[in-house]
């Protein structure tokens, strides 16, 4: 995840349709209308039949230990393109990273999201952790050229200028934040060996502390990741961010920095899946 604009260049579905019921009575009132019949007791107990044979087809469906039998379908019938479709991501991991994906179109988007959870990670602002980092995400070639021109990226003043010492760690008492959580992915373009996937996603960024000048906030952002089927996963050869799709900011109270702390401390993240 790229810091603002300072960071950028080097950091390396379906619509649904929401409907609105409107009070009976025709009156156009949105907050009350004309008042419902009464139920009678045998309406109530029709009803009450009712949502009792709902809840055992739910308990009935839902039976199982999530695993995904044998000849289970990438793309189960009547799901919208952003549904989850059970299949898991990855056997395994490399230097912490999920790796080992399909050699398909979901398998490219898995790997995407995931890959720019570990490139906007804490761990990019440390040297040895930024190296293994790059060696997981990106082909061999494309790694070798990349990790000079980044150790001079992230040099020393720049860390500072994030509150950070040479060595990319925060000042005692206080937690550096730097996480991208994924919102979607999105197929520009696939081919046997290759794929361009967007990840739209939303990050935070900043030093949590007392007396913290760079207070944690959120971004906006896509991310746009070029792969290649190398060594039987995907790679990436080349990647590239922008702002957006931003939506309005809520009105949810900023927390305090140590909420925010404890909050980056006890929540984990995850391996994601399209």
């Known amino acids: 995840m790229s810091y603002d604009d300072e960071t950028d260049g080097f950091g390396s579905g379906g619509a649904g349709q929401t409907r609105t019921r409107l009070p009976e009575g025709g009156t156009g009132d949105v907050y009350g209308g004309a008042r419902r019949p009464a139920r009678t007791s045998r309406s109530l107990v029709m009803v009450v039949g009712v949502v009792v044979l ?18 289970t379908t990438d793309t189960a019938k009547g799901t919208t393109p952003t549904a989850a479709t059970g299949i898991r991501p990855v056997a395994g991991k490399h230097a912490g990273i999920p790796a080992g994906y399909a050699k398909d179109e979901q398998g490219a988007q898995s790997a995407a999201a995931n890959y720019a959870v570990a490139l906007g990670s804490v761990g990019m602002f440390q040297r040895d952790s930024r190296h293994r980092i790059v060696d997981s995400v990106y082909t061999p070639e494309v790694a070798a050229g990349l990790k000079g021109p980044q150790d001079s990226a992230y040099s020393t003043e720049f860390l500072k200028r994030l509150g950070l010492d040479p060595e990319g760690n925060a000042p005692a008492g206080s937690t550096f934040v730097s996480r991208t959580i ?78 925010i702390s404890q909050a980056v401390q006890e929540f984990g993240g995850f391996t994601y899946a399209r």
């Open 54 to 71: 709902l809840i055992s087809a739910i308990a009935f469906a839902n039976r199982g230990d999530g695993t995904v039998s044998p000849g």
């Open 182 to 259: 994924p919102v979607g992915t999105k197929v520009e373009a696939f081919s046997d060996d290759t794929a361009r996937i967007s990840v739209w996603y939303t990050g935070l960024i900043g030093m949590s502390g007392e007396g913290s000048t760079d207070p944690v906030r959120t971004t906006w952002k896509t991310w746009t990741f070029d792969l290649k089927w190398t060594d039987n996963d995907w790679k990436v050869v080349r990647d590239s961010e922008k702002d957006g799709p931003a939506p309005v900011p809520g009105d949810v109270a900023a927390s305090t920095s140590d909420e």
